[in-house]
């Protein structure tokens, strides 16, 4: 460890480690998302009508999250392939599905320098 005043660093490479941290933070807080709407299942399986109807709009708001990290993933340059084994689906499926609604449309990923210069596939 370095010392830096009153402060301690560590000497590791911090890009690298807050990048892994958020991908093992975000695991896990999926993870408790997965078990917070599998209980509200059974909580609204006892509930009335109105309840089981906003339980059911939580299923749109998944899709848009959904289409918002899609749209990232493209963003930072993942290619319809990487998305599509993601889904479990072919590239082509998540293209049609997903590609007109995403702000990255293109086959080629969207930070791709190979956009500007080459035709779509």
Known sequence: MATTGN??????NNPLT???MKRVETSEWLGMLARMIRAAG????????????AL??????????????????????????HVGRALGISR???????GQSTGCAD????SSPARADSPQR
Do not use: T
């Not at 059911?56 to 392939?81: C, P």
């Open 18 to 20: 807050r990048n892994r």
């Open 92 to 98: 082509q499926g998540a293209f049609k599905r997903y």
């Open 7 to 12: 402060h301690q660093q560590l000497n590791v």
């Open 42 to 53: 059974k909580r609204v399986a006892d509930a009335d009508e109105h309840e089981l109807a």
């Open 56 to 81: 059911v709009a939580m299923r749109d708001e998944l899709e848009k999250a959904i289409k918002v990290a899609i749209d990232g993933q493209r963003r930072i340059g993942r290619s319809w392939d």
């Open 107 to 110: 086959p080629l990923p969207c």
